[in-house]
């Protein structure tokens, strides 16, 4: 029975899972969809004014004719005003499904939040997010939380000029009523905030003319187009070379300090955490397994699995005859174990661990973790 192919069905089944989807989904985009929504129904309270973001808590799922995937399954942390948080773990692990909650971009009807909150600060109030309307949703990305995406040539338009583009954001937030030549001078000067030199130039060009490192600059640009609180950075290097990666890492780290955004900065690869932020969640099979202060994670990873990404990241100078890479794989995400995800692949079980899936404990005032292997350090910690 356990080595069965449990993602095999029957179409009759799976006729009858997309109807049941159906029912479910309905009702939430009915809701969703609802005119004049008043805003008590989703102004909240941070628990902390000093945060930005607080995910409390969030389940994500996908209802699809196969089955419903857990991709995002109670996850809770938060994103102080002006710092980094970056967000690791491996592909699949659902690090973008967190993000597009934030942002209401999930797709629908099949992906829907189906509990927790995600409280955003937006100063002299805070919203959940996942409450809010859709015409409040639209005010809100871009002028408040924006996002910076992976593959710069799917979030730029092949038939318009650079130019066009970045005003065209500007337009559609231009809750500062600028002209036409203003809203010029605000494209070049957003192009020159990036490091294009040659603003002017730029601006008449098509993106194809473009190198890669300058379209990630682009999209930055307009990312920051409407001062946005909150940027999230889901992996933005990854399709760059390294030495144009460091370039934009840095771009983004004088940014930051200008304009004391918060960032979520999400990425595969700890090498960039390291570099880049303040406070790191580590996320595995839609759950965090562990979270502390940067340092906390780089100097005292205490998950198995921190741990083993720890061991699989290359050090400069350091000869490796071959990469190391954590062995087994990830459970299917639409049949999650009811013990500890990471149990198939761990090399360093204790007894309990044949339990149910382990609590957060907390380790230090900072860092926190889910593994039975500090149970005794911490009894029954939260
Ligand atoms: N539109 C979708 N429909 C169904 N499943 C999805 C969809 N988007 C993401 N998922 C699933 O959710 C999980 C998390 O995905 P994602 O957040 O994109 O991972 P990553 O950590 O690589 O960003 C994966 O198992 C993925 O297959
Ligand atoms: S709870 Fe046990 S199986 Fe899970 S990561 Fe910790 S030691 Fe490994
Ligand atoms: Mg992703």
């Given amino acids: 029975m356990a080595d069965k192919n449990d993602s095999y069905l029957s179409a009759r089944e799976s006729r009858r899972i997309s109807r049941e989807n159906r029912k479910?989904?309905?009702?939430?985009?009915?809701?969703?969809?609802?005119?004049?929504?008043?805003?008590?129904?989703?102004?909240?309270k941070m628990h902390d004014p000093d945060n930005m973001v607080e995910f409390d808590n969030l389940h994500t799922y996908f209802f699809t004719d196969?089955?419903?995937?857990?991709?995002?399954?109670?996850?809770?942390?938060?994103?102080?005003?002006?710092?980094?948080?970056?967000?690791?773990?491996?592909?699949?692990?659902?690090?973008?499904?967190?993000?597009?909650?934030?942002?209401?971009?999930?797709?629908?009807?099949q992906g829907q939040v189906v509990d927790g909150e995600i409280r955003l600060n937006l100063g002299d109030k805070a919203y959940d997010v996942t409450k809010a309307p859709n015409d409040v949703m639209q005010h809100i990305r871009g002028n408040v939380v924006s996002m910076i995406f992976q593959e710069p040539m799917t979030a730029l338009n092949p038939v318009f000029r650079i130019g066009?583009?970045?005003?065209?954001?500007?337009?559609?937030?231009?809750?500062?009523?600028?002209?036409?030549?203003?809203?010029?001078?605000?494209?070049?000067?957003?192009?020159?905030?990036?490091?294009?030199?040659?603003s002017?130039?730029?601006?008449?060009?098509?993106?194809?003319?473009?190198?890669?490192?300058?379209r990630?600059?682009?999209?930055?640009?307009?990312?920051?187009?409407?001062?946005?609180?909150?940027?999230?950075?889901?992996?933005?290097?990854?399709?760059?070379?390294?030495?144009?990666?460091?370039?934009?890492?840095?771009?983004?780290?004088?940014?930051?300090?200008?304009?004391?955004?918060?960032?979520?900065?999400i990425t595969h690869d700890l090498g960039v955490i390291a570099e880049m932020a303040d406070f790191v969640v580590v996320m595995y099979a839609g759950r965090i397994v562990e979270k502390g202060t940067a340092e906390d994670i780089f100097y005292h990873p205490a998950h198995p699995y921190t741990i083993g990404l720890m061991n699989s990241k290359p050090v400069v100078g350091k000869k490796v005859e071959e990469l190391y890479s954590i062995p087994?794989?990830?459970?299917?995400?639409?049949?999650?174990?009811?013990?500890?995800?990471?149990?198939?692949?761990?090399?360093?079980?204790?007894?309990?661990?044949?339990?149910?899936?382990?609590?957060?404990?907390?380790?230090?005032?900072?860092?926190?973790?889910?593994?039975y292997r500090y149970y005794e350090q911490k009894q029954g910690g939260k």
């Fill in 328 to 371: 087994g794989k990830v459970p299917n995400p639409v049949n999650m174990p009811d013990y500890c995800y990471f149990r198939d692949r761990c090399e360093m079980c204790v007894e309990k661990c044949s339990g149910k899936y382990p609590e957060t404990v907390q380790i230090s005032g900072t860092h926190f973790v889910s593994c």
């Fill in 66 to 109: 196969t089955g419903v995937v857990h991709s995002v399954d109670g996850v809770t942390f938060e994103v102080p005003v002006g710092k980094t948080v970056g967000v690791v773990g491996e592909s699949g692990c659902g690090k973008s499904v967190t993000s597009l909650s934030l942002m209401q971009l999930l797709q629908r009807p």
């Fill in 164 to 198: 066009e583009q970045i005003g065209e954001v500007l337009q559609l937030h231009n809750t500062e009523n600028r002209s036409e030549e203003e809203v010029k001078q605000r494209t070049l000067e957003l192009l020159e905030m990036v490091g294009i030199a040659n």
């Fill in 200 to 214: 002017e130039g730029v601006f008449r060009m098509y993106p194809h003319e473009l190198s890669g490192g300058m």
């Fill in 216 to 265: 990630q600059r682009v999209v930055i640009a307009m990312a920051l187009a409407c001062n946005p609180r909150v940027i999230i950075a889901d992996e933005p290097t990854t399709a760059l070379d390294v030495t144009i990666q460091a370039q934009i890492l840095d771009l983004l780290r004088q940014l930051k300090d200008k304009t004391n955004a918060s960032i979520i900065f």
């Fill in 24 to 44: 479910i989904t309905n009702e939430f985009e009915k809701k969703r969809k609802r005119k004049n929504v008043p805003e008590s129904e989703y102004l909240t």
